[in-house]
């Protein structure tokens, strides 16, 4: 269960980052990119799932930013299907700066995740 945790949130890094820094890149909210950070919420969310049905002492501080940032890519997520739909040329373009303040604030338990795994073994 192991490998497939780390499977699963390697590919949310991936996803998501693709998803956020292709819109950054190209300035503007689109369909493939929504799509991709609703991926890489998928991904992550099944990674946290089984990396939590494996961990028996998780670190408060990963536990807590983890959950966190599950939470912020759904808000993101959602307010880019709205931002999306609404199709306002103006939250279009302005979009990416939430993104990549999520992105950011997801990297926090990502690599938080790595070292705290890391030193467990």
């Keep these: 269960m192991l490998l497939s945790a780390i499977i699963t949130i390697v590919l949310a890094l991936i996803f998501y980052s693709w998803g956020v820094w292709g819109e950054k890149l190209k300035g503007r909210l689109t369909k493939k990119f929504?799509?991709?950070?609703?991926?890489?919420?998928?991904?992550?969310?099944?990674?946290?799932?089984?990396?939590?049905?494996?961990?028996?002492?998780?670190q408060p501080f990963h536990k807590i930013t983890g959950l966190l940032a599950i939470f912020l890519m759904l808000i993101h997520a959602l307010w880019g299907s709205v931002v999306f739909i609404k199709n306002n040329e103006t939250w279009i373009k302005n979009f990416h700066k939430f993104s990549l303040f999520v992105w950011l604030m997801w990297l926090i338990p990502f690599l938080s995740g790595m070292i705290f795994g890391a030193s467990a073994n």
Excluded: A
Excluded at 39 to 48: A, E, S
């Design 34 to 58: 929504l799509i991709l950070f609703w991926i890489g919420l998928f991904f992550d969310t099944t990674g946290t799932t089984l990396m939590s049905m494996i961990s028996e002492h998780p």
